[in-house]
């Protein structure tokens, strides 16, 4: 269940406080080779699932760090949904640390913390503290903080 915002005041009541989890989303080899496709990175431990299992530390093709990364806005958007907007900007990522890698075939889900909302004249800055947590995994694939930038109607 997500929570509503539908306005900059509203948004500030957050600033601070655990927003919430994401549902759990299964990394595929599909989505893998779509993002391979997309981003023109055919690095073979994202691809070539039987010389990954032979030669990576990993033991199988991982997703793509900036993969993991894409999703933050489908994530996002599970916790939280903002409404009465002109538009959403993606605005900075600060203190993005990859942690771990990403198995073909695991589930991440992102947990979210409201850090700090700043009114830019009606634009709301929003800063925010992710973990991309691994089902099984005591330590998330990354950490950081992004910044989204509100534009309220």
Sequence with gaps: ???????????????T???GTSAWHTITQEQINHFAAATL???WIHLDADRAAAESPFGGTIAHG???VALLPYLW????TIENLKMQVNYEIEALRF??????NSEVRLQAKLLSVKDLRGIAKARIEVNL????????????IITFLYHFQ
Excluded: C, H, W
């Design 1 to 15: 269940m997500s929570l509503t915002i539908g306005s900059l005041p509203e948004l500030q009541q957050y600033e």
């Design 17 to 19: 406080q655990e927003l």
């Design 41 to 43: 990175d055919f690095q």
């Design 66 to 68: 900036y993969l993991t």
């Design 77 to 80: 958007n599970q916790i939280v």
């Design 99 to 104: 942690n771990q890698a990403v198995l073909v």
């Design 133 to 144: 947590e691994i089902n099984g995994s005591r330590k998330p694939a990354y950490t950081g």
